[in-house]
């Protein structure tokens, strides 16, 4: 059975770094076999895919936040993590991670991040 | 990038009716590589349908997914309690993958 669990801070400062982690369990991220993505859903509004990358190092991220955004993987720990950068309000939102293949059939349980001073 | 049109944005239905849930794409989803899920406040997306017409192991066969090319539809043959929520499509056939904006199921 795959799960996967979002962890890091709870509120972000406006113009800093947001920056969580997917902990995997179940599955070794480095099999290949899977994307691992990000995607976000704002208060009231509908989700919004942040990006993804391949165990092979090839990222892909949304363009209207590709300027701030950063995936990476931690084979060692079978975690992979998502840095945004120069967070505002607009950033506030639950954030998701997913293993992908054909669709996303696994996700994490999700995690609020409020940008606030 | 390829734009999902949900519709319509609300449907408001009884138990045991039948929903029908529009997704149209902006151009063709090559191998009909779409998704739908069924989200619930506080819990994370569901993976009902992927590859247009296939259930994961597990999803009631009360959901079925039909179409290709722009037009894909989401059929929820008998309402049940536990089957209001929002539903998004999503594709995955190019990158930047999208979401569709949702349709929400509600108790008439």
């Known amino acids: 059975q795959v799960q996967l669990q979002e962890s890091g801070p709870g509120l972000v400062k406006p113009s800093q770094t947001l920056s969580l982690t997917c902990t995997v369990s179940?599955?070794?991220?480095?099999?290949?076999?899977?994307?691992w993505s990000w995607t976000r859903h704002h208060p009231g509004k509908g989700l919004e895919w942040i990006g993804y990358?391949?165990?092979?190092?090839?990222?892909y991220y949304n363009p209207s936040l590709k300027s701030r955004v950063t995936i990476s993987v931690d084979t060692s720990k079978n975690q992979f993590s998502l840095n945004l950068t120069s967070v505002t309000a607009a950033d506030t939102a639950v954030y998701f991670c997913?293993?992908?293949?054909?669709?996303?059939?696994?996700w994490g349980q999700g995690t609020l991040v409020t940008v606030s001073s | 990038e390829i734009v999902l049109t949900q519709s319509p944005g609300t449907l408001s239905l009884s138990p045991g009716e039948r929903a029908t849930l529009s997704c149209r794409a902006s151009?063709?989803?090559?191998?009909?590589?779409l998704a739908w899920y069924q989200k619930k406040p506080g819990q994370a997306p569901r993976l009902l349908i992927f590859?247009?017409?296939n259930r994961p192991t597990g999803i009631p066969d009360r959901f079925s997914g039909s179409g290709s090319g722009t037009d894909f539809t989401l059929t929820i043959s008998r309402l049940q309690p536990e089957d209001f929520a929002v539903y998004y499509c999503?594709?995955?056939?190019?990158?930047?993958?999208?979401f569709g904006g949702g349709t929400k199921v509600e108790i008439k």
């Open positions: 997913a293993r992908g293949a054909y669709g996303e059939p696994d």
């Open positions: 179940g599955v070794s991220i480095s099999n290949g076999l899977y994307y």
């Open positions: 990358m391949y165990y092979r190092g090839s990222t």
């Open positions: 151009r063709s989803v090559s191998l009909s590589h």
């Open positions: 590859n247009a017409s």
């Open positions: 999503q594709q995955y056939a190019n990158s930047p993958l999208t």
